[in-house]
């Protein structure tokens, strides 16, 4: 969800305005997503490396999840989204934690969609999180094949991503589902986070649809 702070200084707004407008666009695309079939969105929403922006920033933005949580999640259950987290949840404030905790827990039956949300989430440190628990649970150089590995994934159940929207035309991943984005068409907008519609949403999957996947194959 990149473009935030671009949005606001577009308009001399502090950054923090530039957050909060990125989370008005939530509601709009997880409907959208939904009546467009999407089995499983993944919301970048808090990088391991955003800890280092100025501790202001961070402070508004965690401030800004809890405040999100409270409005969002019961709405985002009404409308039948499954929410669940990815990330390191070890490091994040104790509020901030137990509100995971609590969307999860009340939104567990649900399956129109699953929406989940990348906090304090790093493709690398995934995959680290991934090798430790292998080796804590004893395995042996014979057992870790792509399967296995995949399955010590934070969200092993869901199986690949499909497509990458990548928006303020930023042309890189950022440690973002590294594992899962192997074979992943992607869809670079100039569109800054803010300004993200639920229209362009549906044009992004168009034109993913209209692409042809070999994965290596002819
Ligand atoms: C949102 O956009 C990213 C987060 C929610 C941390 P940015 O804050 O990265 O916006 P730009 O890149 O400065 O425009
Ligand atoms: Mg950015």
Request: aromatic content about 10%.
């Amino acid at each position: 969800m990149d473009g935030n702070g671009r949005w606001a200084r577009e308009r001399w707004l502090p950054r923090a305005a530039g957050h909060r407008a990125g989370v008005a666009v939530l509601t709009p695309l997880i409907e959208a997503a939904g009546e467009a079939g999407v089995g499983a969105l993944t919301l970048y929403a808090f990088s391991t490396e955003n800890w280092g922006r100025p501790e202001t920033e961070v402070d508004s933005l965690m401030a800004l999840f809890l405040e999100t949580a409270k409005g969002k999640v019961p709405e985002l259950n009404e409308r039948g989204a499954r929410l669940r987290f990815v990330g390191r949840r070890g490091h994040l404030p104790e509020a901030v934690r137990a509100a995971v905790g609590e969307a999860e827990e009340l939104t567990r039956n649900n399956d129109r969609l699953n929406v989940y949300i990348a906090l304090n989430y790093g493709g690398r440190a995934e995959l680290v999180d991934a090798a430790r628990r292998m080796i804590e649970d004893g395995l042996t150089p014979e057992q870790v094949d792509e399967a296995t590995f995949a399955s010590y994934l934070y969200a092993p159940e869901v199986p690949e991503v499909d497509l990458v929207i990548r928006t303020s035309g930023e042309l890189r991943i950022s440690n973002f589902l590294l594992w899962q984005v192997a074979y992943a068409e992607f869809y670079v907008t100039d569109t800054l986070w803010p300004d993200f519609s639920p229209e362009e949403f549906r044009r992004a999957i168009s034109s993913f649809a209209a692409r042809s996947r070999r994965r290596g194959g002819v």
